[in-house]
């Protein structure tokens, strides 16, 4: 489906608008927070485990760059926030009657020794916490002290809560954005929505308010930006379509005017032969397509100048409102919302849904933890194997977009796709996807996230023929020929997943059929390709169809 923003002129809905005007020696006293007693938080800890405690978006563009090689993941030097005695207060300071219930569950369920009430104070201790965090959240558009920041980021609520090998981990990590990558964490992707740099997520059931005047602009900007950047595409294109036009006819014409000695003593040249009369027919043929290609291109060019004032003149009415870095508080709740709900995703119903991270549920290493670093790193891996997984076409071009990555503090093992693209921007908008940062296997739910990505672009750009063209409409009739039982999208991330960790490997771990499917539309890079056809004759089979189909111009 095409996008018509702005396609006749300004968009209506914009002119509507312009019309208008830490140590466990330093562990803090809680008494000392909130006036009353707490209980010894510290001896609850040392004694480990209570009994019955749970355990666990042709090539013609490339959006951002490609993903920068990760030569150094952590700091020389650890940062000492983590051993400040007053991290636990600042980290609930300030937050009211929230905080104080937040306190105040904590201390029941670790000092209660009953499997039964723990169970109980455990799950009111979630519900207070993300109530708490809710807040925290919409201060997060702010500088936040680094105790608040952390605990948004990595879910850390008090350093003693991690033993001494993990607290050491966390105090080396980086804590700036350096890679300039579109991977977030949490309280970074807070700020930015709250601040206007990235719209907030779509829901079905939350929609901007017309009366909300900021967030309207912000997405018609969004939208005359998506028009703008898909006719300067367009442009590039048609421009490419006439330069090579422009060859083809020189080519032509040097044909035609090479001679060719007839006899030495007549010292003419011959008559063109049977070659250069085509070439007069092609020449022809060559200069009327270069008449309707100059006209296209000027068409585009209106297009993207109409697209270009556009953006300006937003721009210029955003400024007038007070600028996009106003911070939206709205739009900060309704994002928090939503990744509530992405949390609950992660983890799935049987899951951890503890919310602060503690070393009794931490069990990953350095390189297996969800930290920026580590997600660009894996995120270049899978491309290298499957290098058009980020690549969306829009109207015959094909750009490479990474989509936003946002990093969530929780004991999930499934990454998914929020949402593919932009409904306000299908061209050049990035796509999100959510990560935990803290599961069994980072590649595994790395790859879950690319693999329903994956899915959900094709669906997209398939639309109303998603269940018989494409990827999609032949994974589907094969899920059918199988009389296949549950969600067809769980059964392809699980068959991508195959792909790229076995099938890649040469192991062969699907069905034939969707080998085959996999092989032609989501293909390997071409140096695996070699590789694997001489590994197996089921490769072998697979790469002499592509040559099949590049031969008979249907590939």
């Known amino acids: 489906m095409a996008d018509t923003a702005f396609q006749d002129g300004m968009d209506p809905e914009l002119a509507a608008l312009l019309k208008t005007t830490g140590s466990k020696n330093g ?36 959006i951002g760059g490609r ?60 519900t207070a916490f993300w109530e708490f965090l809710g807040i925290v959240a919409k201060k997060s558009a702010g500088k936040l002290p680094p105790a608040k920041r952390f605990l948004l980021r990595f879910g850390i609520l ?31 992707w807070l700020k930015n929505v709250g601040t206007g740099s990235i719209q907030p997520s779509t829901t079905d059931e939350v929609q901007v308010s017309r009366s909300n005047t900021s967030a309207r602009f912000m997405q018609l900007l969004e939208k005359a930006q998506g028009k703008q950047e898909g006719s300067l595409g367009l442009l590039r294109a048609k421009d490419g379509e006439r330069h090579n036009l422009e060859q083809l006819l020189r080519d032509r014409v040097t044909v035609i005017v090479e001679r060719h000695p007839l006899d030495g003593r007549l010292a003419v040249s011959a008559p063109y032969s049977e070659g250069q009369k085509r070439a007069f027919v092609e020449v022809q043929e060559i200069l009327k397509n270069l008449i309707r290609t100059d006209r296209e291109l ?63 549920y931490f069990h990953n290493g350095p390189n297996d933890t969800g930290f920026r670093e580590n997600v660009i790193s894996t995120l270049a ?19 490479r977009i990474v989509p936003f990555v946002v990093l969530l503090p929780t004991y999930g093992d499934t990454g998914f796709c929020w949402e593919p693209f932009s409904r306000h921007n299908r061209a050049t908008s990035r796509g999100r996807i959510a990560i935990p940062m803290y599961p069994k296997n980072l590649n595994i739910a790395l790859l879950s996230a690319v693999g329903d ?46 792909w790229m960790t076995r099938e890649s490997e040469g192991t062969q771990k699907l069905d034939k059929e969707v080998r085959g499917i996999f092989w032609r539309f989501m293909p390997f890079s071409r140096p695996l390709k070699e590789k694997l056809k001489n590994r197996s004759f089921v490769y072998q089979e697979l790469y002499q169809r592509d040559l099949n189909r590049a031969m008979s111009d249907g590939y």
């Open 27 to 62: 562990a803090p006293d809680f008494s000392s927070i909130f006036g009353e007693g707490g209980g010894d938080l510290e001896e609850v800890l040392d004694a480990g485990p209570a009994e019955g405690r749970e355990t666990s978006e042709v090539v013609a563009g490339d």
């Open 67 to 126: 993903f920068p090689e990760i030569t150094k993941r952590f700091e020389d030097s650890p940062h000492s926030y983590f051993s400040d005695p007053n991290y636990y207060k600042i980290a609930l300071s300030g937050e009211g009657d929230s905080a104080t219930r937040v306190h105040g569950v904590l201390q029941k369920y670790l000092n209660c020794k009953d499997p039964k009430d723990r169970s109980v104070f455990r799950q009111q201790f979630i």
């Open 158 to 188: 008090h350093p003693v809560f991690l033993d001494e090998e993990t607290r050491s981990l966390f105090s080396k990590l980086i804590v700036e954005d350096e890679l300039g990558q579109p991977v977030y964490y949490l309280d970074e």
């Open 298 to 360: 000027d068409i585009f060019l209106r297009d993207f100048h109409q697209a270009e004032e556009d953006v300006k003149t937003i721009q210029g009415k955003i400024a007038e409102e007070g600028g996009a870095n106003a911070v939206d508080t709205g739009a900060l709740s309704t994002e928090f919302e939503t990744v509530r709900q992405m949390v609950k995703m992660t983890v799935g119903r049987q899951g951890n849904h503890f919310p602060v991270l503690t070393s009794e």
């Open 381 to 399: 891996a899978i491309e290298s194997i499957d290098p058009e997984c980020f690549y969306r076409v829009y109207r015959n071009k094909s750009n």
């Open 453 to 498: 990505l994956r899915w959900q672009v094709a669906k997209e750009k398939a639309s109303y023929y998603w269940m018989e063209e494409g990827l999609t409409g032949n994974y589907y009739q094969w899920f059918q020929k199988m009389k296949l039982k549950g969600n067809i999208k769980d059964y392809f991330v699980q068959d991508y997943i195959q």
